[in-house]
């Protein structure tokens, strides 16, 4: 079993930044990819970003060029940098990792709220 726990959620004004992070632990060794997704209210959770253990990275069209995926393989870690947010970014924010044998991610975190204020 794999436990994501996610924190730097918060309230930030627009055109502000944050650093979510999410620590794995646990089975860690049988993740292989990492990722973001989001839900705001109303809506369905959706990608935002995702990293492979060797370091490829894939993003939501929309947030392009705003919000940067990393990962610290020995830390079991991934970040997720965000900046110039928008008050449309405003959503609970889950850490999933998946297992090299599954397609879907199948592991998640709790989910950290980001509010952005307009």
């Known amino acids: 079993q794999v436990q994501l726990v996610e924190s730097g959620g918060g309230l930030v004004q627009a055109g502000g930044s944050l650093r979510l992070s999410c620590t794995a632990s646990?089975?860690?060794?049988?993740?292989?990819?990492m990722g973001w997704y989001r839900q705001a209210p109303g809506k369905q959770r959706e990608l935002v970003a995702t990293i492979t253990s060797g370091g490829s990275t894939n993003y939501a069209d929309s947030l392009k060029g705003r919000f940067t995926i990393s990962r610290d393989n020995a830390k079991n870690t991934v970040y997720l940098q965000m900046s110039s947010l928008k008050p449309e970014d405003t959503a609970v924010y889950y850490c999933?990792?998946?297992?090299?044998?599954?397609?879907?991610?199948?592991?998640w975190g709790q989910g950290t709220q980001v509010t952005v204020s307009s």
């Open positions: 646990g089975s860690s060794f049988s993740i292989n990819a």
């Open positions: 999933a990792a998946r297992s090299p044998s599954m397609l879907r991610y199948n592991y």
